[in-house]
């Protein structure tokens, strides 16, 4: 019946008056006494030891069970009781046996070594086992095929080597849970957020010491201390161990004085011995840093003087006591300790360093007033005018609070991270409420939990705690010089390193470690993109970022959304779509991270909050964003603190309540967008509030780039700043700073580093585009192109109706892309000027890859990173690359070392050094790649290296106009030609690339490739009896055409007992010559398909202008009635202006013809979005006229200049 997992511990089931006094004999055994709690007879001596040697009969007379919840009170305040039940998952946890026995507790004991035998294949997969059901859990992978697949993989490994690797994110997660364990940690309410230096790549004790030192760094922060772990190999054979001596990365030496006195720290004294054995010479004086002693894979060790200037100290004074100051005292900020092991998934690292922060007392009464330390309590009771000769007086407690207040104090004065007693107090009290909700339970030592001073003060005194130990945890281990073999060693000298020495070392391999050093630093880029732009930025980011972090980059859609809890830096480079929409790339990103959000909020939320008014739900984020509301944590919620203000919390009032799941996570955004969309960069702004919500740390508070006006310019100086940021927030050393920003200031390929290679195999253009763009491309036979409705100097408005090859499957509503060519002239004109001559054979396209060894450097030409398939140099700027967009800054700085012209090239120059006249080019002439170089006669470029600069040419997505079951194996789409005069309407025409593409296609001949992409949320409702209002004006009536077709094909099949819906369109153009599908609606309105058509004219001779939205005012009563009394769906469909315009409409109607307030109002269209009856399908704004263009970018421009002067 006894538990060998738990341990009552001393002083954890505290007695008052009134309770001690039921002490009663046992019946039973009359010469034993129990204490009766909480109703329970409690054994004299520990219920819950493991060695007990009592009968069956015996076992009997015990009230408490094993694997039984046990209530824990707080005799403070009876309301916070709590149920623990989470020692009694030793089936799904990996529980330690304590070392209690039937008749000594073993509650109080410091150091508990665990058994430092090297383990069996057997007892590392026990633990591995536990161990993966708790990560997979944690991110909600539970007995998937990923959680299986793994463990049989740690099997594997496991039979052929006797041990297994942990990959990145297990090891970062079994760090903090172990935090999370320790039973006799204070400001576990901080385990979420622990920096992880991996360096189990580390074979040195050289390379041990450059680790710990850019540990040291990063976690002393100038102050604000960072709570980090830095980690090196774990354990094999025993043989191999990696040990770092010091009980403390940084410590104070000790030296006993011949009259028996102690000069420094009395509780160093055996470790300055060893160190001196070693062959340390030591200067001898009060605060000597002691020498970092490290021993690498099982090797002799090897000692290093820490530098004096990575150790921050702080010099004590009081805030009232002049004299305190001529005590000379003084104390490091880094608590870092050096000697326990790391035991997770049955693997044992034997060299961690493992840092918090300070609580007051542990420098103030131990390391200062302990009598085996440095013991100044006297001294101090003595200048403070105290009688010291008696206890009666309490001088003791009178000096020992005087000094805390001087440790307080002297941290506070330096800024630099401390805690007070009490404060830890509360927040490990907030800790046991949120841990007792999250898992059903926390282990804790009582004995080491209550603070030395105040004790009966603080919160935790009065509250019981069981002890019990669970894995993954941090482990006592026996101290190295004990394990030594001194006598093999001998009288061998051991070498002696100084900082100095080790920058020193063998050029090449200290500049591979740096490098391997830094990069341990993982930097995720993250994009979401619809055009690319995103994509290329992203791209450049990471190789800005690879020079001196481990930088990866991903789109939304590739990342795996579970490891963000797991990151150390994320980086967001992000388009919006649309009405302030994610692009199609990011919308399970942003639902995902929409979804920890709801967690944390239902974790947290407070059931005495205020309930919502009667038929309202709380809006979604989701609806939240798309209606560009505040987004906001729910009132029944508390904002979760990021690391840096977590970090604040030094002394005065505990302001913890809890850390959001990110708490760990640094982050910034940059958002690319135009600000002639009404919603602005709204996705990346959404990502950046979020994630702050989440309590993710923004290191860099969010940057946009305006299409309108200098977004290349912003986006170079956003990413300059961030990438110092960053360099600074994880100590990045200066010279690998300086290969950085030498290697970003040069073009990332020259011509010597890029060509046009022989491809091991051709491909046909549906493969070539397949393997280009990840799409399943559909060859389709162009039937049909004509012009719909009268046409004008800037508008002009197709149909195309097009074949598959292959079967299509996609619904009303859906999207079609359109792989677009650039046009021939422009192709042609790029063409001549190209170094190359053969243009029509195929090339791959190939880089030259560097490779570094000991032996030196081995060259070989490889596929280029970016997947361009192997066809002909014609086809790839034709179908591949995009030359139509003004070039960028990097191309142009290629284009200037390609031309052979001063002139020309100087030319080129002063864009690339004048953001200002670069934005003002780009704009005022809107040149393609081909009037470019048309401009630079002596330009002659090689195009390989072109082709490797220039972004991709990206699809082009058209709402389809057809129905599946209307016009079976064809589809349809509504085209709206672009083209506009550049220079103010002065200069050439330029052409829409995939508008004017299809325009020019030549029927039942001409071939194009396509695919669909799914439009979920514009779908027709499964029922036929709910009215639909759809509105789209000019070629936004494209999804709705398909709509009516599908809607006629329907009815045709039903029933005639089903009641259908009413369909009412709204409709607008310029002129009734522009009305296309006239002759469609009128035919849709004579079968009773369409109800209503409404017909808005903005531009008709004799007629007042009119929009749809003036139609929607006026039938304002019947929409409401539809919408609320009906199950109405709604289907917007057009540029975003106009359907910001509709939905603020909309919310003046449902304001008019209701009891709505306007915040009401704005609530039902959110509910309206979260059930999915809001339907949007938004495309951008076509600037086509000089006017527009020059009103767009003087906003922007004020924007840009209003914003600047904000921050100054």
Not at 305 to 318: T, Y
Not at 356 to 373: L, V
Not at 548 to 577: C, G, K, P, R, W
Not at 823 to 843: A, G, Q, Y
Request: with cysteine; glycine share 6%.
């Amino acid at each position: 019946m006894s538990n060998p997992l738990l341990c009552c511990g001393k002083g954890h089931l505290a007695l008052d008056d009134s309770e001690k006094e039921t002490l009663k004999p046992n019946k039973k055994s009359a010469n034993k006494m129990e204490p009766v709690v909480n109703g329970n007879h409690i054994p004299a001596v520990c219920p819950f030891s493991g060695n007990s040697g009592e009968s069956v009969n015996e076992k009997k007379n015990l009230r408490v069970k094993l694997n039984q919840p046990m209530k824990l009170r707080n005799y403070l305040d009876s309301s916070l009781q709590t149920l623990d039940t989470l020692h009694t998952r030793e089936n799904d946890i990996a529980l330690i046996e304590s070392r209690c026995t039937r008749v000594v507790c073993s509650g109080s004991i410091i150091d508990i070594p665990r058994p430092d035998a090297v383990r069996t294949p057997g007892e590392i997969y026990c633990d591995a086992e536990k161990f993966f059901n708790e990560y997979y859990a944690s991110i909600r992978r539970e007995n998937s095929d990923a959680h299986r697949a793994r463990l049989q993989e740690v099997k594997a490994q496991l039979e052929k080597k006797g041990t297994y690797d942990l990959k990145s994110p297990e090891l970062v997660y079994a760090t903090k849970l172990a935090w999370r364990n320790a039973t006799r940690c204070i400001g576990r309410i901080q385990w979420k957020k622990l920096q992880v230096f991996d360096c189990r790549e580390v074979t040195t004790a050289k390379g041990m010491f450059e680790a710990l030192c850019t540990h040291i760094k990063y976690a002393t922060n100038k102050g604000n201390i960072r709570s980090a772990i830095t980690i090196f190999p774990q354990r094999t054979d025993g043989n191999h161990d990696y040990r770092i001596w010091n009980p403390q990365l940084i410590n104070y030496a000790g030296y006993v004085q011949e009259d028996g006195s102690v000069l420094g720290d009395p509780g160093r004294v055996e470790f300055t011995n060893i160190c001196i054995k070693l062959g340390w010479k030591p200067p001898y004086t009060m605060w000597d840093i002691l020498p970092l002693v490290l021993q690498a894979d099982g090797k002799e060790p090897e000692f290093f003087d820490l530098p004096r200037d990575i150790v921050l100290e702080v010099h004590m004074e009081h805030p009232e006591l002049d004299w305190f100051k001529e005590l000379g005292l003084r104390w490091y900020a880094l608590p870092a300790v050096a000697n326990m092991r790391l035991d997770c998934g049955g693997i044992e690292f034997t060299a961690t360093a493992f840092n918090g922060w300070y609580m007051g007392t542990e420098i103030g009464c131990r390391n200062f007033c302990d009598a085996s330390r440095y013991n100044i309590l006297e001294k101090v009771a003595l200048k403070m005018g105290l009688e010291t000769t008696s206890a009666v007086s309490l001088w003791k407690d009178q000096a020992v609070v005087e000094i805390n207040k001087a440790v307080l104090h002297s941290f506070l004065r330096d800024t630099v991270s401390i805690v007070d007693h009490h404060s830890a107090s509360e927040q490990f009290m907030k800790h046991l409420e949120n841990e007792n909700k999250a898992r059903g339970g926390c282990p804790a030592d009582w004995v080491w939990i209550v603070p030395p001073l105040s004790s009966s003060l603080t919160q935790v005194f009065h509250q019981e705690m069981a002890n019990y130990y669970m894995k993954p945890s941090y482990e006592y281990q026996t101290d190295a010089w004990k394990k030594y073999n001194w006598e093999k060693s001998g009288e061998k000298s051991h070498r002696k390193f100084h900082f100095k020495q080790i920058a020193r070392a063998v050029k090449f391999t200290s500049k591979l470690f740096t490098t391997a050093l830094s990069r341990r630093v993982k930097v995720t880029i993250l994009y979401a993109t619809e055009t690319g732009k995103s994509e290329q930025y992203a791209k450049e980011l990471g190789t800005m970022f690879g020079h001196a972090f481990n930088a990866q980059v991903f789109a939304m859609d590739e990342y795996d959304m579970f490891s963000i809890e797991h990151e150390t830096l994320i980086l967001i480079v992000t388009s919006t779509f649309g009405n302030g929409e994610p692009p199609a790339n990011g919308q399970d990103f942003i639902d995902h991270l929409f979804q920890i959000q709801n967690m944390e909020n239902e974790l947290h939320v407070d059931g005495s909050q205020s309930a919502p008014s009667p038929g309202f739900r709380t809006p979604t984020p989701k609806s939240l964003m798309r209606t560009n509301s505040v987004m906001s944590p729910p009132p029944t919620s508390k904002k979760p603190l990021s690391r840096v203000e977590s970090n604040r919390s030094t002394t005065g009032e505990s302001s913890i309540e809890h850390l959001g799941p990110l708490s760990n996570v640094s982050f910034a955004v940059f958002g690319l967008g135009s600000s002639a969309y009404p919603k602005f960069a709204n996705f990346a702004k959404t990502v950046d509030k979020v994630l702050g919500e989440l309590g993710g740390e923004r290191i860099l508070d969010i940057a946009t780039g305006d299409e309108m006006l200098a977004q290349e310019q912003e986006f170079r100086a956003w990413s300059s700043k961030i990438f110092q940021i960053a360099a600074e927030t994880f100590c990045v050393e200066e010279n690998m700073l300086m290969d950085a920003r030498n290697a970003i200031s040069k073009l990332p390929l020259t011509e010597e580093t890029v060509r046009f290679g022989k491809p091991s195999a051709t491909v046909s253009m549906k493969e070539a585009l397949e393997s280009a763009y990840k799409r399943q491309i559909i060859p389709s036979l162009v039937k049909k192109v004509k012009r719909l409705g009268d046409h004008t100097e800037d508008r002009e408005t197709i149909f195309v109706d097009m074949q598959p090859r292959d079967e299509v499957k996609y619904d009303p509503g859906d999207h079609l892309g359109v792989m677009p060519c650039n046009r021939e002239e422009i192709v042609n004109s790029v063409l001549k000027r190209l170094k190359e001559t053969d243009f029509d054979v195929p090339v791959q396209l190939q880089v030259m890859k560097e490779t570094l060894t000991p032996l030196g450097s081995s060259k070989t030409w490889e596929k280029h990173d970016r997947i361009i398939p192997a066809v002909s140099i014609r086809d790839l700027f034709t179908r591949f690359l995009d030359i139509t967009t003004p070039p960028s800054t990097t191309v142009l700085k290629y284009l200037a070392k390609a031309c052979t012209d001063e002139k020309d090239s100087s030319k080129i120059n002063e864009l690339i050094l004048d953001s200002d006249k670069y934005d003002e080019w780009k704009h005022f002439h809107v040149p393609h790649l081909g009037e470019v170089l048309e401009e630079l006669p002596s330009c002659k470029p090689q195009g390989s290296l072109l082709a490797a600069l220039l972004p991709a040419l990206q699809p082009r997505f058209y709402s389809i106009s057809s129905s599946p079951l209307a016009h079976p194996k064809r589809i349809h789409l509504t085209v709206a030609i672009v083209f506009y005069k550049v220079r103010n309407g002065s200069g050439p025409v330029h052409y829409g690339v995939c508008s004017n593409y299809l325009k020019n296609l030549i029927e039942n001949k001409d071939e194009i490739f396509v695919f669909t992409r799914r439009a979920p949320t514009f779908h027709l409702p499964k029922s036929l009896s709910v009215p639909l209002i759809l509105i789209g004006p000019g070629s936004g009536v494209a999804p709705l055409r398909g709509f009516w077709h599908h809607r006629k094909y329907q009815i045709k099949e039903l029933s005639k007992k089903e009641k259908i819906g009413q369909v009412w369109l709204f409709f607008g153009c310029r002129t009734k010559g522009m009305d296309i599908y006239r002759v469609e609606k009128e035919q849709a309105l004579r079968e009773g398909t369409l109800n209503k058509v409404f017909l808005a004219l903005s531009r008709e001779k004799k007629e007042d202008k009119k929009y749809v939205q003036d139609h929607l005012r006026e039938e304002g009563k019947a929409i409401t009635r539809m919408l609320m009394e009906e199950g109405g769906h709604l289907y917007v469909c057009g540029d975003c202006k106009m359907a910001e315009e509709v939905q603020q409409t909309l919310k003046q109607i449902l304001q008019q013809h209701t009891n709505f307030t306007e915040l009401e109002a704005e609530h039902f269209i959110m509910n309206l979005m979260d059930d999915n009856r809001y339907h949007e399908d938004i495309f951008g704004i076509v600037l086509r006229t000089a006017e527009v263009k020059n009103a767009s970018r003087e906003t922007a421009r004020r924007t840009r200049l209003e914003s600047a002067q904000s921050q100054c």
